[in-house]
């Protein structure tokens, strides 16, 4: 089932209005940003890489050569790719043990009041939607929700580089994680073949990807579904199927129905923190936890061997001070995990989702009363 083409093609129109959000106007390439002259005039087939790449992708996928050169011809090195994709490096003054990033400003932008209303908003515009998916795969509406509403601002911020541009740009010329974005590229190149997509059409973010729930192209062609059933798969302009999408995704990695994200917890002052080990698995258990002291900051009631992990999550005080938020990340945190490996990723996306629950509760409840006191 085809992406929609023309969505693809209203998403590069609006990249060129003014007025967009500066979370998408930072992502337009800067032209001063480029190769050589001389690389810059030559085409990636033309590159004895690339060729290889070809002749290998062909005999792999039985692609037609002819095609994927086709395709690779019309790629574009990017700089500002390589540049949004290069860690920046340390600052020669910052003290070795700096806070590794900061969670509660994360929290800040990711949870704040807008995104909270607007994941409601999101929630009422696509009510049936939200039912079906949470009928067919188990997913927790406001969970299918924050994750659109962190990826993209539940479709506003859908990246505005062209997709070939950044894989090719990813493959060849930023080596950190050729492998993977190697990878993703030929997924893409099966995706445009399947799809009858013009790569010229496909936009997401530096990264590769691709519409409301940011789907890079393995898992658009393993996850995508047509849930409006308008015989197309539209993650770019149909709400529809991005929920359905996110939601079978979920599924497809585990997510287990009735249990929540996370569980928060406070560690004793000799805590084992041999337990805080970074991991995106379940690596210990209920019992195991509350023995080394991370003590739950309420009673749970769930066996001793329910799988968890320590959540840390680090941030400076009021004083400026480390500390650091603890919590017992469950299986489905770990699901969330596949989704986007950060735990402030996986934690926001929790946060907003109860957020969104609790504002979408409050809203039902005060219609209910309006209604009650009109009649």
Not at 165 to 180: H, I, Q, V
Not at 247 to 271: E, I, K, Q
Not at 275 to 296: K, N, W
Request: negative net charge.
């Amino acid at each position: 089932m085809p992406l929609s083409r023309r969505n693809l093609l209203t998403l590069l129109l609006t990249a060129a209005i003014p007025g967009l959000p500066a979370a998408v106007c930072a992502q337009l390439p800067d032209p001063a940003l480029r190769k050589t002259e001389s690389s810059e005039d030559t085409s990636y087939p033309a590159m004895p890489e690339v060729q290889a790449y070809i002749e290998e992708t062909a005999a792999a996928t039985q692609l037609p050569k002819s095609f994927i050169e086709d395709v690779l011809a019309q790629a574009t090195y990017s700089a500002r790719v390589e540049q949004l994709m290069t860690p920046k490096p340390r600052k020669p003054n910052a003290p070795k043990t700096a806070v590794r990033g900061d969670w509660r400003v994360y929290q800040h932008r990711m949870v704040g009041k807008s995104r909270i209303e607007k994941g409601s908003e999101f929630l009422e515009e696509n009510d049936e939607a939200f039912g079906k998916a949470e009928d067919r795969y188990g997913i927790p509406r406001d969970i299918v929700a924050s994750i659109i509403g962190v990826e993209t601002v539940y479709g506003r911020n859908q990246g505005s580089f062209r997709v070939l541009d950044s894989l090719c740009t990813l493959t060849f010329d930023y080596k950190r994680r050729a492998d993977y974005f190697r990878t993703e590229l030929t997924e893409f190149l099966l995706l445009l073949r399947e799809q009858h997509l013009d790569p010229a059409t496909v936009y997401g973010s530096f990264a590769g990807a691709i519409g409301m729930g940011q789907f890079m192209p393995s898992s658009v062609r393993k996850y995508a579904v047509d849930f409006d059933g308008d015989g197309q798969i539209d993650l770019v302009g149909s709400s529809a199927d991005a929920i359905g999408s996110v939601a079978n995704y979920l599924a497809s990695h585990g997510w287990v129905r009735g249990l929540p994200p996370f569980f928060s917890c406070t560690p004793d002052s000799d805590a084992d923190m041999r337990l805080v080990t970074g991991g995106i698995a379940t690596d210990t258990t209920f019992d195991h936890a509350l023995r080394a002291g991370f003590i739950p900051d309420f009673e749970l009631n769930i066996p001793g061997d329910e799988p968890l992990m320590i959540v840390d999550l680090p941030y400076r005080d009021q004083d400026g001070k480390q500390a650091t938020e603890y919590r017992l990340g469950t299986r489905n945190f770990q699901t969330i995990l596949n989704y986007n490996h950060s735990y402030f990723y996986a934690s926001a996306v929790s946060d907003l989702a109860e957020e969104i629950e609790t504002i979408s509760m409050d809203s039902a409840a005060a219609s209910m009363a309006s209604g009650s006191a009109s009649s």
